[in-house]
Structures are given as C-alpha cells and as structure tokens.
C-alpha cells in the first residue's frame, strides 16, 4: 500500500510539473494537498470510489465545426475525499474542465466535455483519461459522434 501511495504521489508530482502553462486548471490543484490527502488514506486504508452518472456520451449526428457539450456527473462513493488530479482529451479537439476540489465522501460534481469536431468528418470516438486518488488510479470515460462533412469535404475512414 505504501509502494502505491509513493507512486500516485510521483505520478501527481510529474503531471503536476509537465503540465502546460495554457492550462491554468491543473496549476490549482496543490500537489501538498494531493500528498496529504494521499498519506491520510494510506493511514486510515480509506479510499476513495468514483462513480459516474454515464461514462460514454454519444452526440449523434453534429455538423462539421459544431461544438458539442455534456457533462458526466461524478460522485464519490468511497470512504475518503476524491482528487481528479488531472483529466486529459485523447485529442486536440475533446477538452474537459473538472472539478479542482476535493469531492467529499457522498458528494457530486460535474465535469464538463467539449468536442470540436471541425475537420472530424465521419464516426468519431474520443475519451478522457482522469487522474485520480483512486485504488486504480486513473478513470475513463468516452464521446462519440457522426460528424457530417462540409459539402465537397473527402470523408476518409481511418485504418484500424
């Protein structure tokens, strides 16, 4: 247990100290707070259970250049105050803003998605990948969209 709380605490250090100065999100989240809140939970053997409302959102048919939004709901249901230390877009295009506090045991926030699918034409699938104080340590959820192309736009398919 202590090994995993050592390794959390330099996963929260090395995403801490590469994350990009754009950003400024991931710079509230206080890496003492994360390293407290990590030695609590290794000492009480507390942890803290996300649980989200959905974790895959599919838009359905969107316009070349839309900009779609959903929110995942994510409610802590363990024993110990829930940390998103960082939550990334497999792409460019899917941006997320979670929530920078501690969610309390019981407790719920939003996390708010946002697809640009300019130049995305065709079936579409991206996720976002959270850092978390989590037994597991990292949690996913995916979106999904058919974006249809601008007229004349070549719709290529990509090769699996």
């Known amino acids: 247990?202590?090994?995993?709380?050592?390794?959390?605490?330099?996963?929260?250090?090395?995403?801490?100290?590469?994350?990009?100065?754009?950003?400024?999100?991931?710079?509230?989240?206080?890496?003492?707070?994360?390293?407290?809140?990590?030695?609590?939970?290794?000492?009480?053997?507390?942890?803290?259970?996300?649980?989200?409302?959905?974790?895959?959102?599919?838009?359905?048919?969107?316009?070349?250049?839309?900009?779609?939004?959903?929110v995942f709901k994510i409610t802590n249901e363990g024993e110990?105050?829930?940390?998103?230390?960082?939550?990334?877009?497999?792409?460019?295009?899917?941006?997320?803003?979670?929530?920078?506090?501690?969610i309390k045991p019981g407790a719920s926030a939003d996390m708010k998605v946002t697809f640009d699918s300019k130049g995305k034409p065709g079936q579409q699938q991206k996720s976002v990948t959270l850092t978390t104080n989590t037994k597991e340590g990292s949690e996913k959820v995916t979106i999904k969209a058919n974006v249809s192309p601008k007229p004349g736009q070549l719709v290529t398919r990509p090769v699996n």
């Not at 996963?11 to 609590?40: D, F, G, P, Q, Y």
């Not at 110990?80 to 501690?102: F, H, M, R, Y």
């Open 80 to 102: 110990a105050d829930l940390i998103i230390i960082n939550a990334q877009g497999s792409c460019g295009c899917t941006v997320p803003e979670w929530p920078k506090e501690p």
């Open 1 to 70: 247990m202590i090994k995993r709380t050592f390794g959390m605490l330099a996963v929260a250090a090395l995403v801490l100290s590469t994350s990009c100065k754009n950003e400024n999100a991931s710079e509230k989240v206080k890496a003492e707070n994360v390293e407290k809140i990590t030695a609590e939970n290794a000492t009480s053997g507390k942890l803290p259970v996300i649980k989200f409302d959905k974790t895959e959102h599919d838009f359905g048919n969107i316009k070349d250049g839309d900009k779609a939004e959903t």
